[in-house]
């Protein structure tokens, strides 16, 4: 009888054995879901009660005085109970830390209790008791698995419940036997069957109780490998659209280029052949008119091959911009470059009655490369026309302003007119972007790229009269890159 009823136990104490190292070797290598502590501590704690208990049956004389190796058993199985019912209500919230340190409390109150049963009550006592405690946790964890059922319907909750309700059945039952039998029993040969076959169906009712919790576990698992691939699905297709995109605004921001690129020609050549036109235009007007003398006709002539030289020396010089090569350079006097600058630029300043200061001081030179640092100079004055043509001062001023400065020379363009607006000017030099209601933005961000391959800087400052001011620094022995 002894053996028979110890290798219940230990068959039992196998089958969660199994469970226990299948399910902790399965979930170790997950990532997406693990198992919950209280589960795996609450099984850990089963197999080792019936494993001492099925050990304590063995050797057992008076099963009115068992020895001390019941109350370990008993305290393994109390705190079993415990945290299968910790598992339930994590379920539903977390398990507070006060009802975490009572409940830890209460086992160590009931190795006290359980010990001085051990000694001084008998067996039908001890069970009573162990049945009326396991009872109340069947019903705690019968209570939030259904909760949990009720916000999320699942199939191994159901037998989990189901399987709660058979232990609390079988407890219950062991508890009438027990009260309606007024059974004394001293030996385990005196322990009715009926009573036997309760104890052992309600250890069977726990062991499918935790194999439902761990096919729980296997449906969370399969339930976030789905998700997580349905999110995988949704991130390739995120990717797949972002790659597309990118490449989109890589092939617009090609065009994008490309049309800077000859807006930028256009924007340079604008001025010489627009003068071009004018002096053919006038040539034409003197031929008709039979007013064409020797003098005019060269002085014509030669200005139309300067503003054609002038249109071949932008064409070469925005070409090595473009293209990164490195251009000649040399020795340029800055004196006699604003000169020309402001000579090609003398027709339009007059008609718009705009005032000229112009302070250079002498035997200022720089090493660059003369067609680009004259564009940037040109660039720089044209701006200052247009900002003071469209200016509401009545007293219109430009002026050009270079000095030594240490380290290499300081060329300053300002005006006195409306000024940059505040939200434009941390753009100033970007490409296609324009402080202006017309253009394209090209002028400023061609000025910056040439100051820059001579090694200097460029910068903007609101000029303390009113009006934009440029500052641009050259090293003095710069070289073109």
């Not at 068992?66 to 370990?72: A, G, K, V």
């Not at 247009?386 to 060329?411: F, P, Y």
């Not at 363009?413 to 409306?418: I, K, S």
């Not at 002028?443 to 609101?462: A, D, N, Q, Y």
């Amino acid at each position: 009888m002894k053996l028979m009823l110890a290798l219940y136990f230990f068959i039992l104490a196998i089958i969660q054995m199994g469970l226990l190292f299948g399910i902790y070797h399965y979930y170790r290598s997950q990532n997406l879901a693990r198992p919950n502590i209280y589960w795996m501590s609450s099984l850990t704690l089963s197999v080792l009660a019936l494993l001492v208990f099925g050990g304590g049956i063995v050797s057992i004389e008076d099963i009115a005085r068992p020895e001390f190796n019941f109350t370990i058993a008993n305290t393994f199985f109390y705190a079993a109970a415990v945290l299968q019912a910790f598992f339930c209500q994590s379920l539903n919230r977390e398990v507070g830390k006060p009802l975490k340190i009572s409940l830890a409390i209460s086992i160590l109150i009931f190795i006290v209790v359980f010990e001085w049963l051990r000694n001084e009550s008998t067996f039908e006592v001890r069970t009573v008791f162990i049945c009326v405690l396991t009872g109340l946790f069947y019903v705690w964890q019968i209570v939030e698995v259904r909760i949990k059922r009720k916000k999320s319907p699942s199939s191994q909750l159901i037998y989990l419940q189901y399987a709660s309700v058979a232990e609390l059945f079988f407890a219950l039952g062991r508890l009438t036997i027990l009260i309606v039998g007024s059974l004394t029993i001293r030996q385990v040969e005196q322990i009715p069957q009926i009573l036997i076959l309760f104890t052992i169906a309600q250890l069977v009712m726990n062991t499918l109780s935790y194999i439902a919790i761990g096919s729980y576990w296997a449906e969370q698992i399969a339930f976030s490998n789905f998700r997580s691939n349905q999110e995988n699905q949704e991130i390739k297709a995120l990717l797949k659209e972002r790659e597309t995109l990118i490449g989109s605004l890589l092939k617009a921001n090609k065009t994008a280029s490309t049309g800077a690129l000859s807006a930028a020609i256009a924007h340079e050549l604008n001025q010489p052949l627009g003068a071009s036109s004018l002096n053919i235009q006038f040539l034409q007007k003197k031929l008709s008119e039979g007013q064409l003398n020797p003098a005019l006709e060269k002085e014509i002539l030669d200005t139309l091959l300067a503003d054609n030289q002038r249109a071949a020396g932008i064409i070469r010089s925005l070409r090595s911009i473009f293209s990164d090569e490195k251009v000649e350079s040399s020795r340029i006097d800055l004196a006699e470059l604003i000169e020309v600058v402001l000579s090609i630029a003398k027709p339009e300043i007059t008609a718009k009655s705009i005032q000229i200061a112009v302070s250079v001081q002498p035997h200022l030179m720089i090493q660059a490369n003369r067609g680009e640092i004259q564009q940037v100079l040109l660039n720089l004055v044209n701006n200052a026309i247009q900002a003071l043509v469209t200016s509401s001062q009545q007293v219109k001023k430009l002026s050009i302003d270079a000095q030594h400065t240490e380290g290499g020379v300081l060329l300053t363009v300002a005006d006195n007119g409306d000024g940059i607006p505040e939200a434009s000017q941390n753009q100033l030099f970007e490409l296609l972007s324009s402080s202006k209601s017309s253009g394209m933005g090209l002028g400023l961000w061609l000025c910056k790229h040439i100051v820059t391959r001579h090694g200097g800087s460029i910068v903007f400052e609101p000029n303390p009269g009113g009006g934009a001011k440029f500052l641009v620094r050259f090293p003095v022995d710069s070289e073109v890159t």
